[in-house]
């Protein structure tokens, strides 16, 4: 058997040659994905922190929910670490040197930098080439980046959370790649930081790291040096290593499902037109299980060989989504992919095991029955699905009917994800749930004319073929639909919202430095929000999550700034430890008035806050409204996001950019688009795999009517009628997938309505339109290239080629 599946791959190339270049891209796609989580996932190396031994900070994790429903998220940053732990630990036995370092968001002449403390900078470590060391708390050392153009011994402007100070450059050191630097004495630092981040400690040989973990307790970690930049609250990779995880493993998935989907579609449509020659085996003597190790081999060496190519591809692809990832804000600068083993074994084992179940699972029927049966059954078309796909259809289909209803509530964030599980189920019911539409459209057309007879005959009696070829066009219109329509909706309630609730006659931004001193909207007596997050603790909370986005406000100076809707209660009751939550929150945690809840600030802090207001309008602002003060305390920089001013605002700040209340909503608009990249650059993929799905079954059902096209000819049908007969083919395919893929969408959105954060249902009619045109020109040119290629070719050199 295995020389017969050798010279069937040579006989069979062209089918082959299908699977071969799916198998490809599934391994490139796979091992891509793998390489960025490989690399978001890699430890964060030393960083700063390469002199140190070890690295302790506070707790950085928060721990959600009970039970099965627990979950660990990462905090944006840790609480500070006070000056007595630091002693603490430099007294501790065997720790030779003990360093508090912390990292403070400043502006140097329109540059972004991190102030640290000065014996900060020998754990790096930073080497003065110019001048000496800051003495007194109005002197600095800058790295030479940041001092271009400034000389030792000049004055330099710097914004702080503190406000604008004007110190003295005392000297320059060597610039590291790692981030912009700016030194102080220690205690200046501190006092802008309130504290330390975290503490170095250089220790003696032998000294016991796990025996510090216990004696230090659940509040506090102990990092290796290959972790310590974790530690680091100014590294921009820490940052956003979370956030890139969460982006790469949910677009990496659905993209990784819909590839293994591609190739088990594919090969089970090649395994599938060789019922014929798989019941010829079968009645000159071959077993059932010679027949599977046939194809095992068959697949296996077009598997691993395309696997072995796609490993290859990935290599480059992993770098440019990476650079896709970094131009829009997802991936930190300077993120890079590091090749990994073991996402290439992933990769080249996945899709060719998804083959080989695929191969298997079509040819269980013919295996199963006598090899006289296996042949009257090969003589004609197939009518039924297999129950194996009928069961995975099914189950799709489900998951999609599972996560419209339930929820309901976030519609719009789970439209693509619904729209791909029914895509797929849709895809792998075809036959059924597109090739019957065919076939009645097929009788329809086949009324009179030979071509529209020959069509009308085609697509009447090859349901499963249309169905190949209609359903990766629906996948098409299903994913891309989706996602036009929820970015479109979600994005229109946050302009609407944002509307209503902006009073203000100017928003004060920052040009730089991450955000404003509050000394700015203090001066003013304008209204500063402080943008954080917040975790709620032990709630059941509907939309399954206990994070949430939230605001600092000073509730004195909402007046003619910002109008939330409080539809309960009242907002002059935020101080201390009250609050106000949203609708949304309310209605999914059944939050009421004086309620009290368990949570942890965007440091890991414990707090117990009291509900003491309910809003309604919270899209681009947050779910919990926090007096100011406790969010500056806990924040990750002690910085105000954005300042609202009632009237002109009269500011002269270095850092400041003073929009119109025109100009901030064009930097919505600007915002929303940014977010729109990161979810196509996501969806990119997945669309990709979908379109080579179009084109490749379009080709394998080019060449199985191949026979037919002879028998026509040989009929007398001319080379202009079947022409034309199969366009009519191509169009009727490609309607009956955009049908389909127009059903998915709207199947889809059906629970916007119960979506708070949906608003009203938005199709832009432009993007819509371009859909339904990538989905046309898909579809007629995966269909009509190959048999324009076929009818090229001479149709009855090879009459009784399968015969």
């Not at 590091?338 to 295996?367: D, E, K, N, Q, Y």
């Not at 029914?422 to 059924?432: D, E, K, M, N, R």
């Not at 046309?776 to 009784?800: F, K, Q, Y």
Request: a neutral charge; glycine letters at 12%.
């Amino acid at each position: 058997m295995l020389a017969i599946g050798l010279r069937t791959l040579r006989t069979r190339a062209g089918s082959f040659l299908g699977a071969f270049i799916m198998l490809a891209i599934v391994a490139t796609v796979v091992a891509s994905a793998g390489q960025l989580m490989a690399s978001a996932l890699r430890d964060p190396g030393p960083g700063r922190f390469a002199r140190a031994d070890l690295v302790v900070r506070a707790q950085s994790e928060v721990t959600l929910g009970r039970g099965e429903a627990q979950e660990i998220i990462s905090v944006p940053r840790s609480a500070r670490v006070s000056d007595a732990t630091v002693t603490k630990l430099a007294d501790l036995p065997g720790v030779e040197r003990a360093v508090g370092d912390l990292s403070v968001p400043v502006s140097v002449s329109g540059r972004d930098a991190h102030v640290h403390g000065w014996p900060a900078a020998a754990l790096t470590p930073y080497r003065l080439t110019e001048g000496r060391a800051p003495r007194m708390a109005d002197e600095v050392v800058l790295d030479a980046g940041v001092a271009h153009g400034v000389h030792v011994g000049e004055a330099v402007r710097v914004v702080t959370p503190a406000g604008v100070r004007t110190l003295r450059m005392t000297g320059i050191v060597a610039r590291q790649p790692l981030q912009s630097a700016l030194f102080m004495t220690d205690r200046a630092a501190r006092e802008l930081s309130g504290g330390y981040d975290a503490v170095a400690l250089t220790v003696a040989p032998g000294f016991d790291a796990q025996a510090l973990r216990t004696r230090l307790g659940p509040g506090m970690e102990v990092l290796p040096r290959s972790e310590a930049s974790a530690a680091d609250a100014g590294n921009p990779r820490a940052l956003a290593q979370e956030e890139l995880f969460a982006v790469i493993g949910a677009g990496g998935g659905m993209t990784i499902f819909v590839a293994i989907f591609v190739v088990a579609g594919t090969i089970t449509f090649i395994t599938d037109r060789r019922r014929r020659e798989i019941a010829l085996l079968r009645a000159m003597g071959a077993t059932p299980g010679q027949v599977r190790r046939m194809l095992l081999v068959e697949t296996a060496l077009v598997g691993l060989l395309a696997g072995a190519v796609g490993c290859g591809g990935a290599l480059l692809l992993a770098g440019t989504l990476a650079d896709a990832l970094t131009n829009v804000g997802v991936a930190p600068e300077g993120f890079t992919v590091r090749p990994h083993w073991i996402a290439h074994v992933v990769g080249l084992v996945a899709g060719t095991l998804v083959a080989l179940l695929a191969s298997l699972v079509a040819v269980r029927r013919g295996l199963k029955v006598r090899p006289g049966e296996a042949l009257v059954a090969a003589a004609v078309p197939q009518r039924r699905l297999g129950p194996v796909r009928a069961v995975l259809g099914l189950l799709a289909l489900g998951g999609g009917v599972t996560l419209v209803i339930a929820l309901s509530h976030d519609a719009t964030a789970y439209a693509v994800l619904a729209a791909l599980c029914f895509a797929l189920g849709v895809a792998t019911l075809s036959p059924l749930l597109l090739g019957h539409p065919a076939a009645l459209l097929g009788r329809l057309i086949g009324a009179d004319g030979a071509s529209r007879f020959l069509a009308g005959a085609g697509l009447a009696t090859g349901r499963f073929r249309v169905g190949a070829v209609a359903g990766p066009i629906a996948l098409v219109v299903a994913l891309a639909g989706a996602q036009v329509i929820s970015i479109a909706t979600a994005g229109e309630a946050v302009r609407e919202v944002s509307a209503a609730r902006v009073q203000a006659d100017h928003v004060l931004v920052a040009s730089s430095g991450g955000g404003l001193p509050p000394e700015i909207a203090d001066r003013l007596g304008a209204t500063g929000m402080v943008a954080t997050e917040v975790f709620l603790l032990d709630r059941e909370l509907s939309n399954g999550s206990s994070a949430w986005p939230a605001a600092g406000l000073d509730p004195e100076t909402l007046d003619g700034t910002l109008d939330l809707d409080v539809r309960a209660g009242s907002l002059t009751d935020v101080r201390g430890d009250g609050i106000a939550v949203s609708t949304r929150l309310a209605e999914a945690g059944d939050v009421e008035l004086g309620a009290t809840l368990s949570a942890r600030m965007a440091d890991a802090g414990p707090r117990r806050l009291r509900v003491v207001a309910i809003y309604e309008r919270a899209l681009g602002m947050g779910d919990i409204v926090l007096p100011r003060a406790l969010a500056l305390e806990h924040a990750t920089a002690p910085l105000d996001s954005a300042v609202f001013v009632r009237g002109h605002a009269d500011v002269e700040f270095p850092t400041v950019e003073r929009l119109t209340r025109a100009d901030y909503f064009r930097a919505l608009d600007s915002e929303l688009e940014d977010g729109a990249q990161v979810q196509w650059v996501v969806a990119a993929l997945m669309l990709l795999m979908a379109a080579m799905a179009v084109f490749n079954s379009g080709a394998m059902a080019a060449a199985e009517r191949r026979p037919e096209l002879v028998l026509a000819r040989l009929a007398g049908a001319t080379r202009g009628q079947i022409t034309r007969a199969q366009t009519i083919e191509a169009l009727a395919t490609t309607a009956v997938g955009i049908v389909g893929g127009v059903a998915i969408v709207m199947a889809s959105l059906a629970g916007i309505g119960n979506d708070a954060q949906a608003g009203t249902l938005v199709v832009p009619l432009g993007q819509t339109a371009f859909v339904l045109a990538l989905g046309a020109t898909l579809g007629l040119l995966g269909t009509l290239l190959p048999a324009a290629l076929l009818g090229r070719a001479r149709l009855t050199a090879n009459a009784g080629l399968r015969e």
